[in-house]
């Protein structure tokens, strides 16, 4: 006996496909597919659609998605228009011709619902009706989110080196953090500039005291309310030192947020190019694997006809099986740095990855890359936070000056001798003369920090123009290794094709020839190991020098 999902799934592919057949017999069905009717029904309910939108409502990829789109413009069912605000956005909308099929579609399908429901009493058809309902509550529940999140989450195609990157900066919770001290730094900047700005609250009070209430001095009860007002007219310059040193910090926060993102690509790049060449050794593996097997095979042909000797087709044998060990380790390796590529994408599974560098590279004289120090994000970071210990001192030093306010009253509500008294005004100031050393002690702390923030920008730039002087001689000697190996790779590459043609003819033995193969396969995997380094190394230097995809 089936279950019931299993009926509940041969039920209603029955009864589509009846519904299909019968419909398609009657005029004007055909001209639309399923898809068409959930597109056309969407640009109806909404008036307008973008292609992601479209996509993602019917669970396929963009590229499928703006095809069947193509085939409605084409058609004259849907039109195509760009946003007026941002001309990088397409909107898709319904044209009068498609909504006037779609009604006649919706009216032809309303008429075959009829025919299917006229045998069912009403009782039956709410119960059926009620089902419904709640069968399509649990699909758009659970079912059509997962899907739609998935495919947004889980590119198809392979990945360029740029789009690994985008995607581990959406998903890196380094950058993230780096991206709420940004707005927590914004937020101390709204707090610093309250400072300047007027108050204003509103104070009631009711005092209760032992008055006998025979006159406005002696009243049992005082009520009292009234609206606060101060303005800060001076406190030397507070503010303004408060304000700027939370400008540098922002700005401090903002280079290191991008710092944060080169080092990112740093550890994505790495990634990505140990999974490149892992893909390229494995097919490079399997090209051997298949010379070597159809060797093998003359190999063995010849030791039948007793040209050869046993023991040398064994060895070839031998070959073969530590050929298949090398491809088993690459394996690995290759597992290995998807699975630290999809960590830091939070694409899983990961697509094939796929190389859009030239190679080999071509770098301009150091001076040019030495030049860049000074504006690596965090250099500028350095130069920022030593700008924000600069206000910091002038902040402390405030603590010396005199502060000066304006404060108001303005009464509601008063009683006794003040009572017709509606408002009043003080200028008040406070003149700092002892304070136990206090102010005196946060200017040198504030003093030595910005000394120490000096030092610290001094060393980071030594630091940068370190850093590339030393990437840029790792890149040039990778470069000169891997054309020197590029040189031993064709001089093995025609000694094997000489011998290959020699073997053929029995001019060299067995033996002779799978040294040369294993020559050939150490060449090709020592050059392609430089090259790999050599590009590893070119992509550092460029988070080094601060050149990454924006």
């Not at 009782?123 to 059509?144: C, D, N, P, S």
């Not at 304070?435 to 001094?458: C, I, M, N, P």
């Amino acid at each position: 006996m089936p279950s019931a999902p299993q009926e509940l799934f041969e039920l209603v592919l029955a009864l589509f496909r009846r519904i299909v057949r019968r419909e398609r017999g009657l005029k004007g069905y055909g001209t639309l597919t399923l898809p068409q009717v959930v597109i056309l029904d969407a640009l109806l309910r909404h008036r307008r659609q973008k292609m992601r939108e479209l996509s993602l409502l019917l669970g396929i990829q963009m590229s499928a998605a703006t095809g069947l789109v193509d085939r409605m413009v084409r058609g004259g069912l849907a039109a195509r228009g760009r946003d007026e605000a941002d001309r990088r956005v397409v909107w898709v909308s319904i044209t009068p011709k498609g909504r006037l099929l779609f009604m006649q579609f919706g009216k032809m399908r309303r008429k075959t619902m009829g025919a299917m429901l006229k045998n069912l009493s009403a009782r039956e058809q709410a119960a059926y009706l009620a089902l419904l309902r709640k069968i399509l509550l649990t699909v758009f529940l659970f079912g059509l989110t997962l899907p739609a999140l998935a495919q947004e989450a889980s590119p198809s195609g392979p990945l360029t080196l740029e789009e690994c990157y985008r995607l581990a900066l959406a998903r890196s919770e380094t950058v993230a953090i780096q991206k709420e001290l940004i707005t927590e730094t914004e937020a101390r900047f709204t707090q610093a500039i309250s400072g300047i700005l007027p108050r204003v609250t509103f104070s009631s009070s009711d005092k209760r005291q032992d008055g006998s209430g025979g006159s406005a001095f002696t009243l049992k009860e005082v009520p009292e309310r009234k609206f606060v007002m101060s303005q800060p007219l001076f406190s030397g310059f507070k503010e303004f030192a408060a304000m700027a040193g939370t400008k540098a910090e922002g700005r401090q926060r903002l280079q290191e947020k991008r710092r944060a993102e080169q080092l990112l690509f740093v550890d994505v790049a790495e990634a990505f190019v140990e999974l490149l060449r892992q893909q390229e050794e494995l097919e490079a593996l399997a090209s051997i694997r298949t010379t070597l097997l159809e060797r093998l095979a003359q190999v063995r042909e010849r030791e039948r006809l007793g040209w050869l000797k046993a023991s040398e087709a064994h060895r070839a044998q031998a070959d073969l099986h530590r050929l298949d060990a090398e491809m088993e380790q690459a394996a690995l390796q290759q597992g290995l740095a998807r699975q630290l590529l999809e960590f830091l994408t939070g694409v899983e599974p990961l697509p094939l990855v796929k190389e859009t560098d030239p190679y080999p590279f071509r770098l301009d004289p150091p001076e040019t890359y030495l030049a860049k120090a000074f504006s690596r994000p965090d250099v500028l970071a350095a130069q920022e936070s030593s700008q924000a210990a600069h206000e910091s001192v002038r902040l402390a030093k405030a603590g010396r000056w005199p502060t000066v306010n304006l404060e108001g009253n303005y009464f509601v509500e008063r009683v006794g001798a003040s009572k017709e008294v509606d408002w009043d005004a003080a200028l008040k100031v406070e003149v700092p003369i002892f304070e136990g050393g206090q102010t005196r002690g946060a200017v040198a702390e504030a003093a030595s920090g910005e000394r120490q923030t000096r030092l610290t920008l001094t060393e980071t730039q030594r630091k940068a123009l370190s850093e590339i002087r030393d990437a840029y001689s790792r890149v040039q000697s990778a470069l000169g290794e891997a054309g020197a190996l590029a040189q031993a790779w064709k001089a093995v590459s025609d000694s094997h094709a000489a011998q290959s043609e020699e073997f053929r003819y029995r001019l060299v033995s067995p033996i002779r020839y799978l040294e040369s193969l294993q020559e050939l396969q150490e060449a090709r995997r020592q050059l392609t190991q430089a090259q790999y380094e050599a590009k590893r190394r070119y992509l550092r230097f460029k988070a080094i020098t601060g050149e990454i995809p924006a």
